[in-house]
């Protein structure tokens, strides 16, 4: 019989928003669809997208995830504050208690500025605009 830990992945990563709890359907979904977008970019590592509103879709991804040895958590969040550091982690306290990795927040990598300024400036000059004479303001 061949050896299938080999062919096991290493790690599971779920990316956490906020989400609606108003509209939990359409940001999980949407959450659902980064992920799958990321994963379509690190084909070696499983990758879920969830949201803390919709109810049980946290726990559904942590329990999706405990296939592999370890589980990442990218909290695609702007910043840290109560969800990140408090309710998030809470949650995933009752959920298992197995060793989570938890990432810097979306909003406080330092690539996510640079980013920004090429996406703004690409659309710019997609627009017919010099960057060097617009003024952006992002909110």
Do not use: N
Request: a negative charge.
């Amino acid at each position: 019989m061949p050896d299938t830990s080999a062919m096991r992945p290493a790690a599971t990563a779920i990316i956490v928003a906020h989400g609606s709890p108003s509209d939990p359907d359409t940001l999980e979904a949407r959450a659902r669809e980064v992920a799958s977008r990321v994963a379509a970019l690190c084909p070696e590592m499983p990758v879920i997208g969830t949201t803390l509103a919709k109810m049980g879709a946290l726990e559904a991804a942590l329990e999706c995830a405990s296939a592999t040895p370890r589980i990442i958590v990218y909290p695609f969040f702007m910043s840290s504050g109560w969800f990140v550091e408090k309710e998030l982690r809470r949650r995933i306290a009752q959920s298992t208690s197995r060793q989570i990795d938890y990432m810097e927040p979306f909003g406080l990598d330092p690539l996510v500025p640079p980013l920004c300024v090429k996406l703004a400036r690409d659309a710019l000059i997609a627009e017919g605009w010099a960057p060097e004479t617009a003024t952006v303001v992002l909110a």
